[in-house]
């Protein structure tokens, strides 16, 4: 039985004399993987933003199930502004994500879930590398780390592979899908790659000028892709 | 030396100190708030000279100035794009006041002086108490708030997706470095106060890469400049904030030189 995690109702967000996306409705269930397609400036990061509650919609809202301080919801960009000499280790930047009134020093659990994740990521050998030196990639898996250490019922990746190598998207794209198919984790996969939401997701939302589209992966033809592009 | 009660004030005073502005200082650092620490000097100057207007203690009126004042600054460059010419108007306006009070207050130079260059020699036991108490209260609310301020501090992008109230933790810390900032005041003055703030957590972030660890060394590092910053003043009855400014400025030099060296 399909349990809805997030519901998007009658959702409408405009900037002064420019409205982003309007009226939309959207169920996500957990366990969906879902993709978020269209080309820049359709209103994608925004829509990802209003779901994390750091825009307010012009009208319509967003609803978690049972309630938003019920779930957990990690989030992954696609660029975070680390300097070259951050000096925080790439662990250190992943331990971050546990806050609360508890003691600085991390629980013998926190350190385990934080092991635990630092192996699925593969980034055991280089956990103690400063993240200011780290790649492109290396960055983008540490990103994800944090995200996943505080076990989210839902994980926004907002564009977070578009900078990837291809081995590299893969590699990370196969570990959300595992977590995915294993523990139920929800995603949202904001992309312009079309054959990697083919390969990964099981629905879809397409934006575009025109308006937006939804529904499962397998029905999204060629014609819709090219039509979003050219609205 | 330590057989003179006001040097074993001063090294008192001092290590409670360098500990606080090591500490704070990581975050000043991770915040990229140095030029609102030189700022919130300068504020705790006119401060200063208020307390001494008003009949306050100086100590009394940098407190409730740079309170007040850190958190309007904050607020003020909350947006990044002007948020040097907001701290600078801030700046100016405060350094006027500070002189408008000394002039109002009939004190001479010398007040002003003491208040700018610092006078750790002239600590007396009350004064150590009070820095004491301000120190155990600063460290206390860092220590509670701790893995807040690591996260807000580090990784401000995860800390607002994790939906923490990030306006509330930077309030706070803006009012634990306006505390820093008044007791830090008392060694090296209000116009050198960023250099126990900011260099020698600058210099630690090139040598740990933990919370921890750069706090421990900035903490190292504030101590070792406090202390041979006393002793120098002491043997040489030259100012003590000279040598304080000249050590960890020293420090900070070293550690890029080693940095540049390991790449």
Same mark, same amino acid.
């Given at each position: 039985?399909?349990?809805?995690?997030?519901?998007?109702?009658?959702?409408?967000?405009?900037?002064?004399?420019?409205?982003?996306?309007?009226?939309?409705?959207?169920?996500?269930?957990?366990?969906?993987?879902?993709?978020?397609?269209?080309?820049?400036?359709?209103?994608?990061?925004?829509?990802?933003?209003?779901?994390?509650?750091?825009?307010?919609?012009?009208?319509?809202?967003?609803?978690?199930?049972?309630?938003?301080?019920?779930?957990?919801?990690?989030?992954?960009?696609?660029?975070?502004?680390?300097?070259?000499?951050?000096?925080?280790?790439?662990?250190?930047?992943?331990?971050?994500?546990?806050?609360?009134?508890?003691?600085?020093?991390?629980?013998?659990?926190?350190?385990?879930?934080?092991?635990?994740?630092?192996?699925?990521?593969?980034?055991?050998?280089?956990?103690?590398?400063?993240?200011?030196?780290?790649?492109?990639?290396?960055?983008?898996?540490?990103?994800?780390?944090?995200?996943?250490?505080?076990?989210?019922?839902?994980?926004?990746?907002?564009?977070?592979?578009?900078?990837?190598?291809?081995?590299?998207?893969?590699?990370?794209?196969?570990?959300?899908?595992?977590?995915?198919?294993?523990?139920?984790?929800?995603?949202?996969?904001?992309?312009?790659?079309?054959?990697?939401?083919?390969?990964?997701?099981?629905?879809?939302?397409?934006?575009?000028?025109?308006?937006?589209?939804?529904?499962?992966?397998?029905?999204?033809?060629?014609?819709?892709?090219?039509?979003?592009?050219?609205? | 030396?330590?057989?003179?009660?006001?040097?074993?004030?001063?090294?008192? /005073?001092?290590?409670?100190i360098?500990?606080i502005c090591?500490?704070v200082g990581?975050f000043v650092i991770a915040r990229n708030m140095s030029f609102l620490t030189h700022t919130l000097s300068e504020i705790g100057f006119a401060g200063a000279a208020f307390g001494l207007f008003a009949g306050w203690s100086a100590l009394g009126g940098m407190l409730l100035f740079t309170t007040v004042s850190s958190v309007l600054v904050g607020q003020l460059s909350a947006k990044t794009s002007r948020r040097e010419s907001s701290i600078s108007a801030i700046s100016a306006l405060f350094i006027g006041l500070g002189i408008l009070f000394i002039s109002l207050s009939?004190k001479?130079?010398?007040y002003a002086?003491n208040i700018l260059f610092g006078?750790?020699?002239?600590?007396?036991? /009350?004064?150590?108490?009070q820095l004491?108490?301000l120190s155990?209260a600063v460290?206390?609310v860092i220590?509670?708030m701790?893995?807040?301020l690591?996260?807000d501090s580090?990784?401000?992008?995860?800390?607002?997706?994790?939906?923490?109230w990030t306006n509330v933790i930077s309030i706070v810390f803006l009012v634990i470095l306006a505390f820093s900032v008044s007791v830090a005041a008392q060694v090296v003055g209000s116009l050198l106060i960023f250099i126990l703030l900011t260099?020698? /957590?600058?210099?630690?972030?090139?040598?740990?890469?933990?919370?921890?660890?750069?706090?421990?060394?900035?903490?190292?590092?504030?101590?070792?400049?406090?202390?041979?910053?006393?002793?120098?003043?002491?043997?040489?009855?030259?100012?003590?904030?000279?040598?304080?400014?000249?050590?960890?400025?020293?420090?900070?030099?070293?550690?890029?030189?080693?940095?540049?060296?390991?790449?």
């Amino acid at each position: 039985m399909t349990e809805p995690i997030i519901a998007l109702d009658h959702l409408t967000v405009s900037f002064p004399g420019h409205p982003v996306f309007s009226d939309l409705n959207l169920t996500v269930n957990r366990g969906d993987f879902l993709s978020i397609l269209g080309p820049n400036g359709v209103g994608k990061t925004t829509l990802m933003r209003t779901i994390l509650h750091q825009l307010k919609p012009t009208s319509g809202r967003v609803v978690y199930y049972p309630s938003r301080r019920e779930v957990t919801v990690g989030y992954v960009p696609q660029f975070r502004n680390i300097d070259p000499e951050y000096p925080l280790s790439i662990r250190n930047f992943i331990e971050l994500n546990f806050p609360g009134f508890r003691l600085p020093w991390l629980s013998r659990n926190e350190r385990l879930t934080t092991n635990a994740i630092i192996q699925q990521t593969g980034l055991t050998q280089i956990e103690h590398r400063p993240l200011g030196e780290a790649s492109g990639g290396e960055k983008q898996k540490a990103y994800l780390a944090q995200a996943l250490v505080e076990k989210p019922d839902l994980l926004i990746l907002d564009e977070s592979t578009a900078s990837l190598d291809p081995v590299t998207k893969t590699e990370l794209l196969d570990l959300v899908k595992r977590l995915n198919e294993t523990s139920g984790l929800t995603v949202l996969f904001v992309t312009h790659d079309i054959p990697m939401a083919r390969r990964y997701s099981n629905r879809y939302l397409m934006m575009s000028k025109g308006g937006t589209e939804s529904g499962r992966i397998q029905d999204l033809s060629d014609q819709q892709v090219w039509r979003s592009d050219h609205v | 030396m330590f057989s003179y009660v006001f040097m074993q004030n001063a090294y008192l /005073a001092s290590t409670i100190i360098a500990i606080i502005c090591g500490i704070v200082g990581v975050f000043v650092i991770a915040r990229n708030m140095s030029f609102l620490t030189h700022t919130l000097s300068e504020i705790g100057f006119a401060g200063a000279a208020f307390g001494l207007f008003a009949g306050w203690s100086a100590l009394g009126g940098m407190l409730l100035f740079t309170t007040v004042s850190s958190v309007l600054v904050g607020q003020l460059s909350a947006k990044t794009s002007r948020r040097e010419s907001s701290i600078s108007a801030i700046s100016a306006l405060f350094i006027g006041l500070g002189i408008l009070f000394i002039s109002l207050s009939n004190k001479n130079a010398s007040y002003a002086t003491n208040i700018l260059f610092g006078s750790v020699i002239g600590i007396d036991a /009350a004064a150590v108490h009070q820095l004491i108490w301000l120190s155990v209260a600063v460290l206390a609310v860092i220590f509670v708030m701790y893995r807040f301020l690591t996260f807000d501090s580090f990784d401000p992008v995860g800390a607002s997706v994790h939906g923490l109230w990030t306006n509330v933790i930077s309030i706070v810390f803006l009012v634990i470095l306006a505390f820093s900032v008044s007791v830090a005041a008392q060694v090296v003055g209000s116009l050198l106060i960023f250099i126990l703030l900011t260099l020698p /957590a600058s210099a630690a972030k090139y040598f740990s890469h933990s919370v921890v660890g750069m706090m421990t060394i900035a903490v190292f590092l504030a101590l070792i400049g406090v202390w041979g910053g006393l002793y120098l003043g002491y043997v040489t009855n030259w100012p003590v904030s000279f040598f304080i400014a000249a050590i960890e400025a020293g420090f900070y030099f070293c550690a890029l030189l080693i940095e540049r060296f390991k790449k």
